[in-house]
T-cell receptor
Framework: GENVEQHPSTLSVQEGDSAVIKCTYS??????FPWYKQELGKRPQLIID?????GEKKDQRIAVTLNKTAKHFSLHITETQPEDSAVYFC????????????FGKGTHLIIQP | KAGVTQTPRYLIKTRGQQVTLSCSPI?????VSWYQQTPGQGLQFLFE???????NKGNFPGRFSGRQFSNSRSEMNVSTLELGDSALYLC????????????FGSGTRLTVV
């Protein structure tokens, strides 16, 4: 089955700086890569996703890049704000979705004032 | 529109008992998926229901089962509870089969004592 590795497990950045979270996946048949944000005690929320036929997608301060050859994808957050503090999860979906989403272990992003 | 509703929010059960959790998807969504979230294993896929049929199943024992009703509401049942079943159980709904564009509910926190 699919395996998703996520790094780093904790990331501390100064407010206003950029943050980058990286994930690698193992199954070349994976074709959908969403990112979720989970604040403490709350539900995971989809913040951005990308399909395998696209290399990059941007939504305001958030962007995701995908390198199919290297089998890795990254989340980029620019001009970080205190409300960006949360745990971020990457995930991958293999074609057909038989195994559901395979999630990374999460990155705890801390925005320092 | 109303989000994904899970009930109950918290549950305490004794080892050996069984439990039923409920999930009402976003109106019009026909796909409901269930995930288990624990600190050690992270988010793991349990199963997906679409149009009252189980479409996909994760790597969990047969003690974990579910069903979906004609109004798309779904229930998950865990029999013969074990201490290791203590977790946050999340359901996610989508307008199409598969894990695309999930909206998660707030989850049911199950504690087995």
């Amino acid at each position: 089955g699919e395996n998703v590795e996520q790094h780093p497990s904790t990331l501390s950045v100064q407010e206003g700086d950029s943050a980058v979270i990286k994930c690698t996946y193992s199954d070349s048949a994976s074709n959908y890569f969403p990112w979720y944000k989970q604040e403490l005690g709350k539900r995971p929320q989809l913040i951005i996703d990308i399909r395998s036929n696209v290399g990059e997608k941007k939504d305001q301060r958030i962007a995701v890049t995908l390198n199919k050859t290297a089998k890795h994808f990254s989340l980029h957050i620019t001009e970080t704000q205190p409300e960006d503090s949360a745990v971020y999860f990457c995930a991958a979906l293999t074609g057909g979705g038989a195994d559901g989403l395979t999630f990374g272990k999460g990155t705890h992003l801390i925005i320092q004032p | 529109k109303a989000g994904v509703t899970q009930t109950p929010r918290y549950l305490i059960k004794t080892r050996g008992q069984q439990v039923t959790l409920s999930c009402s998807p976003i109106s019009g969504h026909r796909s409901v998926s269930w995930y288990q979230q624990t600190p050690g294993q992270g988010l793991q896929f349990l199963f997906e229901y679409f149009s009252e049929t189980q479409r996909n199943k994760g790597n969990f024992p047969g003690r974990f089962s579910g069903r979906q009703f004609s109004n798309s509401r779904s229930e998950m049942n865990v029999s013969t509870l074990e201490l290791g079943d203590s977790a946050l159980y999340l359901c996610a709904s989508s307008s199409r089969q598969g894990a695309y564009g999930y909206t998660f509910g707030s989850g049911t926190r199950l504690t087995v004592v």
